[in-house]
């Protein structure tokens, strides 16, 4: 079935997206010094003047984004998204509209200027996250009192939001024209229940959304953006959730989405939370992904020192095993129109059909309505799977080893192949 994609013919076009299927999201800032969560300034109640202390105890030693592309793009990621500023209002980039900054910290140097030049270096996609709320700002306003602002002087302060909209606009337009070429705008706005208010009320309007991404498209109008903005339109962002099948708007346009998903449920760096996800589980995750015609946005907490901690690097070492193996089964690929056997996934790309096995299979893999198949493979090794093809009830049956790795890919040519959208 052919149908057309939900996607504004102003934006960008997404098939380098839609190409590559897999991204590495970075959360960064002053909170990976506090270890615990990024939303740590509002959920411990740290007032704003305490919190802005560890801009001066910030000293990552560490950080190299040549490193974090490095490992990134070994693990076949192929776009990387960079906390600029999340909702404490930190900024990773010398802007010239705040004090509050790396470049005002021990590190000194403008991070973001040398994640983009080791992104270029290494070919990889540039992705710029942006938080539209903002703890920080002295005119973001807020439906309620806020440990954060709890002293006199804050309490009485008038807030403008319109000074707000100018300092977001203002430095968002530095984002897009100081760096060269930005590929993915991701904005994040949250609803989150979690929120303590920061959202409430708010939506497009209270930092004008539609003049941002204006602004934004005429400097880079091939720039693709993701749905949090609150126009309803972008890159669709489930977060921390799988859909059942591919994304479609109500009057049946294909989305395109992205899956964001955490190593261990907090998006900064904590080595308290030990509830990782498994290589394997990650591996599902993002087979299951692409299945569904996705692209997972696989995220990583570098450390206070600026370095990936073991945890994620045995992460990155196996997910590299494994997309070394079967990459083809990945890039490019997207939704089988064929019905999925049995405790596996499906992906397809043109005439090639990979049949992700999920769990080992009793010697026999169903697949329906095959056809007259002429061989089966590996993907990993290419050797041969026997095929037997039942004429009546186009059975595919294959004589396989008794056990293998799970995540096993199959490889066959299908007879009808897929039409991408
Ligand atoms: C937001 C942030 O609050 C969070 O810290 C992290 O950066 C994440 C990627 O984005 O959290 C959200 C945003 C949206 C939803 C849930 C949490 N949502 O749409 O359900």
Same mark, same amino acid.
């Given at each position: 079935? &052919?149908?057309?994609?939900?996607?504004?013919?102003?934006?960008?076009?997404?098939?380098?997206?839609?190409?590559?299927?897999?991204?590495?999201?970075?959360?960064?800032?002053?909170?990976?010094?506090?270890?615990?969560?990024?939303?740590?300034?509002?959920?411990?109640?740290?007032?704003?003047?305490?919190?802005?202390?560890?801009?001066?105890?910030?000293?990552?030693?560490?950080?190299?984004? $040549?490193?974090?592309?490095?490992?990134?793009?070994?693990?076949?990621?192929? $776009?990387?998204?960079?906390?600029?500023?999340?909702?404490?209002?930190?900024?990773?980039?010398?802007?010239?509209?705040?004090?509050?900054?790396?470049?005002?910290?021990?590190?000194?140097?403008?991070?973001?200027?040398?994640?983009?030049?080791?992104?270029?270096?290494?070919?990889?996609?540039?992705?710029?996250?942006?938080?539209?709320?903002?703890?920080?700002?002295?005119?973001?306003?807020?439906?309620?009192?806020?440990?954060?602002?709890?002293?006199?002087?804050?309490?009485?302060?008038?807030?403008?939001?319109?000074?707000?909209? &100018?300092?977001?606009?203002?430095?968002?337009?530095?984002?897009? &024209?100081? $760096?060269?070429?930005?590929?993915?705008?991701?904005?994040?706005?949250?609803?989150?229940?979690?929120?303590?208010?920061?959202? #409430?009320?708010?939506?497009?309007?209270?930092?004008?959304?539609?003049?941002?991404?204006?602004?934004?498209?005429?400097?880079?109008?091939?720039?693709?953006?993701?749905?949090?903005?609150?126009?309803?339109?972008?890159?669709?962002?489930?977060?921390?959730?799988?859909?059942?099948?591919?994304?479609?708007?109500?009057?049946?346009?294909?989305?395109?989405?992205?899956?964001?998903?955490?190593?261990?449920?907090?998006?900064? $760096?904590?080595?308290?939370?030990?509830?990782?996800?498994?290589?394997?589980?990650?591996?599902?995750?993002?087979?299951?992904?692409?299945?569904?015609?996705?692209?997972?946005?696989?995220?990583?907490?570098?450390?206070?020192?600026?370095?990936?901690?073991?945890?994620?690097?045995?992460?990155?070492?196996?997910?590299?095993?494994?997309?070394?193996?079967?990459?083809?089964?990945?890039?490019?690929?997207?939704?089988?129109?064929?019905?999925?056997?049995?405790?596996?996934?499906?992906?397809?790309?043109?005439?090639?059909?990979?049949?992700?096995?999920?769990?080992?299979?009793?010697?026999?893999?169903?697949?329906?309505?095959?056809?007259?198949? #002429?061989?089966?493979?590996?993907?990993?090794?290419?050797?041969?799977?026997?095929?037997?093809?039942?004429?009546?009830?186009?059975?595919?049956?294959?004589?396989?080893?008794?056990?293998?790795?799970?995540?096993?890919?199959?490889?066959?040519?299908?007879?009808?192949?897929?039409?991408?959208?």
């Amino acid at each position: 079935m &052919t149908s057309t994609l939900d996607w504004p013919d102003r934006y960008g076009d997404p098939s380098w997206f839609l190409q590559d299927r897999f991204g590495m999201f970075i959360h960064w800032g002053l909170y990976a010094l506090k270890a615990k969560d990024e939303w740590v300034m509002t959920q411990d109640k740290i007032a704003k003047k305490e919190y802005e202390k560890l801009a001066n105890q910030f000293n990552p030693d560490l950080a190299d984004p $040549y490193e974090w592309v490095a490992q990134a793009k070994q693990s076949g990621m192929k $776009y990387i998204v960079l906390t600029t500023k999340h909702h404490d209002g930190f900024c990773l980039w010398d802007s010239a509209y705040t004090d509050y900054k790396i470049t005002n910290t021990a590190y000194g140097k403008d991070i973001v200027a040398e994640f983009v030049a080791a992104c270029r270096n290494e070919n990889i996609k540039i992705g710029f996250y942006h938080s539209l709320i903002d703890w920080h700002h002295e005119h973001y306003t807020i439906d309620g009192l806020h440990p954060q602002r709890d002293d006199e002087a804050e309490r009485s302060r008038e807030r403008d939001m319109v000074v707000y909209q &100018t300092y977001l606009y203002n430095q968002i337009e530095e984002l897009v &024209t100081k $760096y060269g070429r930005i590929d993915y705008f991701w904005f994040d706005f949250s609803y989150d229940d979690r929120d303590w208010g920061w959202s #409430k009320g708010k939506g497009p309007a209270d930092w004008q959304a539609e003049k941002l991404e204006n602004m934004i498209l005429n400097y880079q109008p091939h720039i693709l953006f993701n749905n949090r903005l609150g126009l309803d339109r972008g890159v669709y962002t489930p977060e921390q959730y799988q859909p059942t099948e591919p994304l479609y708007t109500d009057n049946g346009k294909k989305r395109i989405w992205e899956a964001c998903q955490t190593l261990n449920g907090t998006w900064c $760096y904590n080595p308290t939370n030990l509830h990782y996800k498994s290589a394997e589980m990650l591996i599902k995750l993002l087979i299951d992904t692409v299945s569904k015609d996705g692209n997972l946005l696989l995220n990583f907490g570098p450390t206070a020192r600026g370095n990936f901690d073991s945890a994620s690097t045995d992460i990155l070492n196996a997910l590299q095993t494994w997309m070394n193996d079967h990459h083809d089964a990945i890039y490019g690929t997207g939704a089988s129109y064929m019905e999925c056997p049995q405790d596996c996934r499906l992906t397809q790309k043109g005439n090639r059909l990979f049949i992700h096995i999920f769990s080992w299979p009793f010697r026999t893999i169903h697949l329906k309505n095959l056809g007259n198949v #002429k061989y089966a493979r590996f993907l990993h090794d290419h050797s041969e799977v026997p095929v037997v093809v039942y004429q009546d009830s186009n059975i595919f049956h294959h004589d396989m080893p008794v056990v293998a790795k799970n995540e096993t890919v199959l490889e066959l040519p299908v007879i009808k192949p897929k039409v991408t959208v």
